[in-house]
């Protein structure tokens, strides 16, 4: 079993929130004993947080690869039986944590997992970053 994690790289559609609210702090992957069963865990945090203003939004989860010669993007809630929309609800002051387990189609070869932020409140921001799907022996 090995663990991926990474800095991932994107693009974030913020101006002047680069140094505030919503931001990823760690991504990770990892195998489980079933050949196409992985454990996944993603947490957010809200930078500056001062303890008493929540941050609202929805993070969305994309399993981004191919099955034969088709690009295919699967949502984390087709693939996994922990979450069961595609907007999963943000509501945190520090930090909030998403995990459980994905379950990789037949054929499916992933190559990257795609995180897309949206913060409402309390400022607006947006952020798009891609993780390569990597399992270190």
Aim: glycine share 10%.
């Amino acid at each position: 079993t090995g663990i991926g994690t990474g800095t991932g790289t994107g693009t974030r559609t913020d101006t002047d929130a680069d140094n505030t609210g919503l931001t990823i702090s760690n991504w990770e992957v990892a195998a489980t004993t079933d050949a196409d069963r992985y454990r996944y865990k993603l947490m957010l945090r809200q930078q500056d947080a001062d303890g008493d203003t929540f941050l609202i939004g929805h993070v969305n989860i994309n399993l981004v690869g191919s099955k034969g010669e088709e690009v295919i993007f699967l949502p984390i809630r087709d693939i996994s039986s922990d979450q069961e929309e595609s907007d999963i609800k943000l509501r945190f002051k520090f930090f909030q944590i998403i995990e459980g387990e994905l379950m990789l189609p037949l054929g499916f070869v992933p190559d990257r997992v795609q995180i897309i932020g949206i913060e409402n409140s309390p400022i607006e921001k947006s952020l798009d970053q891609n993780f390569d799907w990597v399992l270190p022996e």
